[in-house]
């Protein structure tokens, strides 16, 4: 099959064309013919080893000390089944199906375990569309599901609002009631408006530390929010999620969970069925849209990595395959 592999960690001009052996699925796997993928901000991160401070040496050791273990990066997928393995009942051969693999999809086929994160794309929604979905749906799910309790007619401060996280969070946290206000640069303010925000701060204009604002919830997924500051920004009581955090904020949220009448979280997403399964049904019942920002073929992935490594993307880039 035809893929894009990198064999190096890097700049955007690592990837190569290359023809590959098409994957089996085992017993329990389901074969996948791939229609669109996404570049991602974790996509990023693994070609180019650019993480957040303290994490450079677990990634190595995860991903390849000296160079990539796998060689397709690439996490959502949209597209066909095209086999299955003798022991999958959930899924046949011609459906449609979206989530997130983990064997990498910047290529043709991608395998997946039928308990993972997969499921059916609802009739109403393209390859496109979809693809586009997994990675900023189900980690702003698992930010969220946290506090959905405590959303209703509570007020959310989420930060990138414009990105691929912050695009699913805006809408999940309308949907759970919350009062919405976004962060994000000027040209963005409209459409984080339309995706549900009562309210848009523009950062590049006016520093919302010095706004003297206080909210129940900060949803910062960009980790430019650090615990300190966050606690003169939240009510008693109220909580910082932090998609994304650097070593000494991880000891900055340990300490001030111990000492401060706030709670901070960091962690990782969860990518998993019941996730994917929660996304899909709101995306088919037009509770969640995807947003996408360029769609490039695959033969353009390090243009498409080129673009994202700037980090002004809106919502999501999509690589089109078939
Ligand atoms: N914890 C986890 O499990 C997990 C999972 C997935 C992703 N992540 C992390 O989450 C982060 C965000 O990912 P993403 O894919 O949503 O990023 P993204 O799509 O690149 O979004 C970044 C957005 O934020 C805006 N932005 C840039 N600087 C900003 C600022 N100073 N204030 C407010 N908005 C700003 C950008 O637009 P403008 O520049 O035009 O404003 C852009 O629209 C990544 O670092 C990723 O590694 C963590």
Known sequence: MKAMIYTEYGTPDVFLKAEITKPVPKKNEVLV?????????????LRSLNVPRGF????????GLTKPRKPILGSDFAGV??????????????????????????AEYTTIKEE???????????????????????????????????LKGQSILINGASGSLGTNAVQMAKNYGAVV?????????????SLGADEVIDYTKEDYLKRGMKYDIIYDTL???????????????????????????YYDMFKYNLTKKVKIKAGVAL????????????????????????????????????????GHKVGNVVIKIQ
């Open 116 to 150: 993972g994160a997969i499921t059916l794309i609802p009739e109403n929604l393209s390859f496109e569309e979809v693809a586009a979905l997994p990675f900023g749906a189900l980690t702003s799910l698992t930010f969220l599901e946290e506090v959905s309790d405590k």
């Open 271 to 310: 990518f998993n069925k019941k996730n994917i399964e929660s996304v899909a049904k709101l995306a088919e019942q037009i509770k969640l849209k995807s947003v996408i920002d360029k769609i490039y073929p695959l033969e353009a992935i390090s243009e498409a990595h080129r673009y994202v490594d700037l």
């Open 81 to 106: 089944v095209e086999s299955i393995g003798n022991q999958v009942n959930e899924f046949k051969v011609g459906d449609r199906v979206f989530g997130s693999s983990k064997t990498g999809t910047y």
């Open 56 to 63: 450079g040496l677990i990634i190595r050791l995860v991903q």
């Open 33 to 45: 013919k791939i229609y669109a993928t996404t570049v991602t901000t974790a996509d990023v991160r």
């Open 181 to 193: 206000t976004g962060i994000c640069s000027g040209k963005n303010v409209e459409l984080v408006k």
């Open 223 to 249: 980790g430019i929010i650090s615990p300190k500051e966050s606690l003169s920004m939240l009510n008693e009581g109220g909580k910082h999620l932090m998609a994304v955090a650097t070593v000494p904020q």
